[in-house]
């Protein structure tokens, strides 16, 4: 089994940071990405940051020069920088990582259970 653990969610003022972390552990052969997605109440789920393993990282169009994803391969974990928070920024974020449990295993999309992030004054 694998399990993603996600921190560093909270209340923040508009124009404020935040980061969030998010642990991948349990069986892991390999991880072919790591990102993060959000959903605001009322709205469908969407992708925020995706940095493959050896690829291009992916920003959403709202986030860019904003949010920076990072990735530390020795411990599974990856980082979700916020710098100027807005107030549409405001939703639950989950982390998400693509993961093989073992050699010529099939990929697996695996989610953490999300952390609220809210901004508001």
């Known amino acids: 089994q694998v399990q993603l653990l996600e921190s560093g969610g909270g209340l923040v003022q508009p124009g404020g940071s935040l980061r969030l972390s998010c642990v991948a552990s349990g069986r892991i052969f390999s991880i072919d990405a790591m990102g993060w997605h959000r959903q605001a109440p009322g709205k469908q789920r969407e992708l925020v940051a995706l940095?493959?393993?050896?690829?291009?990282?992916h920003y959403a169009d709202s986030v860019k020069g904003r949010f920076a994803i990072s990735r530390d391969a020795n411990t599974n974990t990856t980082y979700l920088e916020m710098n100027s928070l807005k107030p549409e920024d405001t939703a639950d974020y989950y982390c998400?990582?693509?993961?093989?449990?073992?050699?010529?295993?099939?990929?697996?999309?695996?989610w953490g259970e999300g952390t609220q992030v809210t901004v508001s004054s």
């Open positions: 998400r990582a693509d993961i093989r449990p073992r050699a010529n295993n099939v990929l697996i999309t695996y």
């Open positions: 940095m493959p393993t050896g690829g291009s990282t």
